[in-house]
Each structure stands twice: as structure tokens, then as C-alpha cells.
């Protein structure tokens, strides 16, 4: 069976994230992450370091280095998407300067300009509309669909309407997808298994999710400075007839999980890589450390 990797490398200081990866961004109506700005600004930083390294091996001039590297930052930001579902546009437009306290907030709003807004649109302020579409941020009304939640929305359009973003390895960061409504949360976890076959993250302060799904062997790489050491194994939808894992305290070894009966929760990552193969999909979840923002 074919081996899926995965590493939470977007959470670590841009020069340390993996290159092969592009990513894009939802952000949901729940309050801001700490480390939005992280997950918005991902790539475009390692490129340009990528296009300073590179320029200094070529010892280009300094006009061409500013050329090649606007190059390069064009590359990286048509190659990457920031998609806000509905009210998260709010909580861009209201939040993101707070996190940049001593930057004026008109400036911060234009560095953190969403490149589209989609949904159902009774969450989005008016004005808040008006600011980025003057910016050149796209809108994307679907009040007609009151079956598919914005997040679904959102994650349709960045598999079916982005052309210039390369798919090949695409892993979409879904910002503020738990801690909220209850409702809400199992709708977004509905989105994982709807889009089973596209790698989807969803993320709080506290915690990561995704889906592990049983038609591989998963190999999970800790990122263990920004992760762990909680975690859990959960078989949402269907219970698993056998479970086999590594690398964690509590280890399970051809077991059954099911709701009512055994599932993986308050289990512990003992080093650095965590295997799993599942006869069922799985949610795979762990902590996210504080130290983060
Ligand atoms: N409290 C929450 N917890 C988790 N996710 C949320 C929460 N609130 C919103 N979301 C996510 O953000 C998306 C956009 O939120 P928004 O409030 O704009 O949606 P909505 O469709 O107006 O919600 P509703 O009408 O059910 O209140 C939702 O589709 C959902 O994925
Ligand atoms: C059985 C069923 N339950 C709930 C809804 C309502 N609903 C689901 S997604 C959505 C859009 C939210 O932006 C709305 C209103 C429905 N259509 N069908």
C-alpha cells in the first residue's frame, strides 16, 4: 500500500518549511488564529530568501536581485490562495491589525488584502465588502446554496476555479474550524470526508485535524517544537475493525475503535515520527504548543 506523508511544517519560521508544498488559506467567522499571519504569508517569505541566496551565488547586481526577486514573489503569490468564507472577511478586516499593534491598521489591511470572499454573504459586513473589492478582492455571492456550508463553498471553488495554483501538492490550512458552535464544527469536519481525497487541515489555537484516510499507510513527521504532545485517533462515520500504530504511548495494535467502545483520545506522541494504518478513515488530531505566533 502507498505511504502519505505528513508534517506540520507550516507551523515553523518560514526557512524551515517544505518547498515541494503549496498551500492555501481559508479563513472561517471564528475569532482570528495567533498565527494567521503565519499560515497568510506562507511561501512568498522562503522565496524571496530563495531568490536573495540565489542572487548572491549568481553576484547579480543589485536591480537585477530586486527584479528577480518581484519575480519570484509574483510566482510564489499566484501560486498560492487566501480565500475568507463569508464573515471570516470580518474578522480580517477587524482582527488582523490587532495583531500588529503598532502598525497603522489601513496598512496592515492592505498587506493582508483576501483574494477572494465567498459564501452565502449574511455573515459579511457592507463595508468591509466595499474595502477589499476596491482592493481587487474577488466576490463570490452563493445565496442561492443554503445546502453546502461556506466552508465547502470555499474548498469547491479553490479545487475547481484556480488554475494558476499547482494541485499537485496542495494542502489547504482551514483557519478557526473548531471551538465554536458545535454545528458548525461537525460541518466542518463533514467537509474533510466530502473532500476526502485533497489534503485539508483544519486548525485552532489549540489543536490540528485531518483526515488519514485507510487507503494508505500514513507516516505523520512531529514537528515536535510547535506540536504534540497530545494527540488522538478518532474513527468518526464508521467504526474501525483494525487499527495498527508507532510511536505513541498508548499504541494500537490491530485493535478495533468505535464510538461507545475504544477511541484514541489523551494518547501521547513518544518521538518524533507517528505511523498508523487504518482499515477505516481516521481523524488524526494533535496539540498545537503555545509558543506559536
Ligand atoms: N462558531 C463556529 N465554529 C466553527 N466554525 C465556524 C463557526 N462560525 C462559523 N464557522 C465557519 O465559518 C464559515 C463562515 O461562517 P459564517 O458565520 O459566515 O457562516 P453562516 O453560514 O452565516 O453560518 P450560520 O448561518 O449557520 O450562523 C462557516 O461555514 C463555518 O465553516
Ligand atoms: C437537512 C438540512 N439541514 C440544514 C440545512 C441548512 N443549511 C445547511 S448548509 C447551510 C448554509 C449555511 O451557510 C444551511 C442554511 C439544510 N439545507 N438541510
Redesign the pocket.
Known sequence: MEVMTHSSTFLLPSNHRSPSVTYALVV???PLLRFTPLLWNHGSVSLVALSFYLSLLACVSVTKFFFFGLGVCFVCRTAQVRVC????ANRVFDEMPLLFPSDDALDVRQRYKPDIIK??M???RTEVLDFYTNLGTKVADESHDQDT????KCIAYIRDFTPNLDKSNLCIL?A??????F???A??LN?LYHFSTMRLILLSNECLIYLLPSTYHHEIYIQSAVEGPHCGLIPIGMPSASTTTTGLQWDLNNTKMRFGDLVSTSNLVRGEKVTVQSSSDLLWTISIKACNG
Request: avoid cysteine; aromatic fraction near 0%.
Open positions: 472561517l467567522n471564528q468564507a463569508d464573515g471570516g459564501g452565502d449574511d455573515s459579511v456550508t461556506d466552508l465547502h482551514v478557526g474550524a473548531l471551538g465554536g458552535r454545528d458548525h464544527e460541518g466542518n467537509v
